[in-house]
């Protein structure tokens, strides 16, 4: 099992819908978890963290957390072409350092 | 604020030389430093974790006499390729952490390996 999973997409959404994306991940002591935007050929920016059980809020981004299911997901209201990008989840697991363990990415197509 | 910068953005080196991609937090002290690798339609693949003055953790499968890491200040880190190869061709990215939770991602660097 992976530790930390995510759907690959892609995720297709028409412009002004929600767009869900959803991370499973295994380690049950993980504290801290990320969502970063990667758009082709640039690297990773950080968009949302969230710590605590239940919801996050953004402007447009939504992160939600359930320790229990061990469930992260990440909704992006009134979905713009703008946002499509890989959607990484990634998870800072129980042991030292702050290394963070990424999933492969859910990529998102916004379409007009 | 949180701003990374990596240089050089892109190299192509010949098989056998070696390439130092630099890493920089502009405008914060960086307490851990961290350098991934990225194939293409791949996620990231952490490398090895390094904090100043300190020697750097690699990850399991990382050669660390190949890949040299040097964290010599708060505001820099350096990843050298030696004796690079072309399987060494990749998307080099570094992060750099100031409060031990979040991770901030330089623009990355493409390196081509002829």
């Known amino acids: 099992q992976k530790e930390v999973e995510q759907n690959s997409g892609p995720l297709s959404v028409p412009e002004g819908a929600i767009a869900s994306l959803n991370c499973t991940y295994s380690?049950?002591?993980?504290?801290?978890f990320f969502w970063y935007r990667q758009y082709s050929g640039k690297s990773p920016e950080l968009i949302m963290f969230?710590?605590?059980?239940g919801d996050k809020e953004d402007g447009r981004f939504t992160a939600q957390l359930n320790k229990a299911s061990q469930y992260v997901s990440l909704l992006i209201r009134d979905s713009q072409p703008s946002d499509s990008a890989t959607y990484l989840c990634?998870?800072?697991?129980?042991?030292?350092?702050?290394?963070?363990?990424f999933g492969a990415g859910t990529r998102l197509a916004v379409h007009p | 604020g949180a701003v990374v910068s990596q240089h050089p953005s892109w190299v192509i080196c010949k098989s056998g030389t070696s390439v130092k991609i630099e890493c920089r937090s502009l405008?914060?002290?960086?307490?851990?430093m961290f350098w991934y690798r990225q194939f293409p339609k791949q996620s990231l693949m952490l490398m090895a974790t390094?904090?100043?003055?300190?020697?750097?953790?690699?990850e399991q499968g990382v050669e660390k006499d190949k890949f040299l890491i040097n964290h010599a200040s708060l505001t820099l880190s350096t990843l050298t390729v030696t004796s690079a190869h072309p399987e060494d061709s990749s998307f080099y990215i570094c992060?750099?952490?100031?409060?031990?939770?979040?991770?901030?991602f330089g623009p990355g660097t493409r390196l081509t390996v002829t």
């Open positions: 992060s750099a952490s100031f409060d031990r939770l979040k991770q901030y």
């Open positions: 969230i710590y605590s059980n």
């Open positions: 405008d914060f002290q960086a307490t851990t």
């Open positions: 380690d049950r002591g993980s504290q801290s």
């Open positions: 990634a998870v800072r697991g129980s042991g030292g350092y702050n290394k963070l363990i």
């Open positions: 390094s904090n100043e003055g300190s020697k750097a953790t690699y």
